[in-house]
């Protein structure tokens, strides 16, 4: 079992940048899977990013490729999600998840964190 913190939420002005960070407890960090997805106030959660055990291959939703960049650091147990020119409707509660054995793929991940919130001005 692999516990989840988020961190590095905040309130930002559009076209402003955050980066979001994932501590995960447990020793076997390097066999999960990893994601990051966000709910908006009174809409769905939708997957925003993932990727694999090593960090060789990474995924992303149409709406935020090339602004935003998932990476992890295994030594430390942490991935990130750095988003660069944040737009308003980037407003959400950020989480993230772990699957163990996950591929960039998978989207029903079994271990979530309790999510950080964003803000974008406009």
């Known amino acids: 079992q692999v516990q989840l913190v988020e961190s590095g939420g905040g309130l930002v002005q559009a076209g402003g940048s955050l980066r979001l960070s994932c501590a995960a407890s447990?020793?076997?960090?390097?066999?999960?899977?990893m994601g990051w997805f966000r709910q908006a106030s009174g809409k769905e959660r939708e997957f925003v990013a993932s990727?694999?055990?090593?960090?060789?291959?990474?995924s992303y939703a149409d709406y935020v490729q090339g602004r935003f960049t998932i990476s992890r650091d295994n030594a430390k147990n942490t991935v990130y999600l750095q988003m660069n020119s944040l737009k308003a409707e980037d407003t959400a509660v950020y989480y993230c998840?772990?699957?163990?054995?996950?591929?960039?793929?998978?989207?029903?991940?079994?271990?979530w964190g309790q999510g950080t919130q964003v803000t974008v001005s406009s």
């Open positions: 447990g020793r076997t960090f390097t066999t999960y899977g």
């Open positions: 998840a772990a699957d163990r054995y996950g591929s960039i793929k998978t989207r029903n991940y079994a271990y």
């Open positions: 990727i694999n055990w090593s960090g060789d291959r990474t």
